[in-house]
């Protein structure tokens, strides 16, 4: 597996509903590979500041109410 499809597949969603043979795949690749490595660990992060911006709006939308 190459960088650009590894990228693509993860960060589409694709990865999580992938059969076993490619998610095995992406994780060798991801073992080998020290920028898709750091690419994971950075695309987790925006995740989770994105998920904690979004329960906020939420919460703030639910109090305008």
Not at 17 to 41: G, M, S
């Amino acid at each position: 597996m190459k960088c650009k499809e590894y990228v693509f597949k993860l960060t589409s969603g694709q990865l999580d509903d992938a059969p076993v043979e490619e998610r095995l795949q992406a994780k060798f690749h991801r073992l080998a590979c020290k920028y898709c490595r750091a690419f994971t660990r950075n695309d987790a992060k925006l995740d989770a500041v994105l998920e904690g911006f979004r329960e906020h709006v939420v919460k703030k939308t639910d109090q305008d109410v």
